[in-house]
Structure formats: structure tokens, C-alpha cells
């Protein structure tokens, strides 16, 4: 629409391409190019001005900086999975609406931890750095680098939330005994699903 002002959107890291793109297409959109983390005196600057506050996991906005926010200010849509960094409590006495990204990033997190479990037993970035570095490489023994076997395992998980219960899904692939721990015991049927044992304390 003619005249239409677009809200100002100010986002605190660089993001991906196609999504700076489209922000660029919809909102008066500036953008952290340099990728330089913001200070908090910047954070401040931030919140005065904005309608729309993008930040990430790393940004602390506390009650000092919310204390200082524009009346404009609405919307604190934060790039990440909590929303720790966020005093939630004062934004919503101050009318400004808190969002995160709950589910977007669990089966990536549940492939990098399995990832992380397969190359510490498997000797993994030990055996690339042997490949990639510039001493000469004497050639395979049957007994160089060896590591260890992983299926029968036992994987202990705390917390069995969506990505807890990712990993444990990719653990027993690879033929892991999956024991967990969760303030809440699992229904039976995920239980089985996973074929999960329920620990109901730490000290067990």
C-alpha cells in the first residue's frame, strides 16, 4: 500500500542470506552485516527505536535493557530454541511479546550428538588430523588406531525431551541400551518405543 510505513526491524547477528533477503522485501530491515555481537549499550539503542527486535541466544535482554524500550516496541522474536537470554517477565509487563523457535533445530542437534558419540570412540578427528597433517604417514597396521565398539553400549540421556528422545532415536540404531532420566517419566509407549529405561534418580 502507498504510504504504508513498514515496521523497523533490527537484527542483532547475521543470518542466512535467503532469510536477510526476504526480511529486506517486508520490514525496514537493518541488518548486522559485519556480524559483530552487539554490546549492551547497543542492545539499548535497539529497543528504543525498534517495533521488532531479532536477537540470538547470546544477547542478554534484561530488565536494564527492557526498562529502556520505545513504546514502539512490540515484538522480540528471538533466533533460538529458549529464551533464556530474555527477562520474559518485564517484556510482558511491558506489552511486548516474546517468540523463539521450539523444533527447528532438533534434528539437527540429535545428528551432531550422535556425530559427537560415534567420533570419541571411533577415534574420528584423531584419525583426520593423521591424514590432514604434514607429517608422512607410515601407512595402516592392524593395530593403528584402534577404537571401540559402541553397539551394547549403555547411552545415559538427562532430559528426554524432542531432542533427547531424537538422539535416543538414533542411538538405538547403532544398538545402544538407552537408560534416561526426566522429571517426568515417559508414557509406556514412547518407553517401548524407544525401548527406554526410566531412571528416576541420579544418585540410582
Not at 533464556?84 to 518485564?90: K, R
Not at 549403555?154 to 538405538?172: C, D, P, S, Y
Not at 545402544?176 to 528416576?200: F, G, S
Request: one cysteine or more.
Amino acid at each position: 500500500m502507498i504510504g504504508c510505513k513498514k515496521p523497523l526491524v533490527i537484527v542483532t547477528r547475521k543470518l542466512p542470506d535467503t532469510i536477510e533477503t526476504r526480511m529486506r522485501e517486508l520490514f525496514d530491515a537493518r541488518l548486522n552485516i559485519e556480524d559483530k555481537p552487539f554490546t549492551q549499550a547497543q542492545l539499548v539503542e535497539a529497543v528504543k527505536t525498534a517495533d521488532v527486535l531479532v536477537p540470538t541466544v547470546t544477547d542478554r535482554i534484561d530488565k536494564a535493557v527492557l526498562g529502556q524500550t520505545g513504546e514502539q516496541l512490540r515484538l522480540i522474536a528471538n533466533f533460538g530454541n529458549g529464551v533464556d537470554n530474555i527477562d520474559v517477565a518485564t517484556a510482558l509487563q511491558r506489552g511486548i511479546t516474546v517468540t523463539n523457535t521450539p523444533g527447528v533445530l532438533t534434528e539437527d542437534t540429535a545428528d551432531m550428538t550422535m556425530a559427537l558419540i560415534l567420533a570419541v570412540p571411533r577415534r574420528l578427528a584423531e584419525g583426520a588430523g593423521v591424514l590432514t597433517s604434514d607429517k608422512d604417514w607410515t601407512g595402516w597396521s592392524p593395530t593403528w588406531m584402534l577404537g571401540h565398539r559402541i553397539g551394547g553400549k549403555r547411552l545415559g540421556i538427562i532430559g528426554m525431551g524432542r531432542i533427547g528422545q531424537a538422539v535416543a532415536q538414533r542411538a538405538r540404531a547403532f544398538g545402544l541400551q538407552i537408560h534416561y532420566h526426566n522429571r517426568r517419566r515417559l508414557p509406556p509407549k514412547v518407553e517401548e518405543t524407544l525401548q527406554a529405561t526410566w531412571w528416576e534418580s541420579l544418585d540410582q
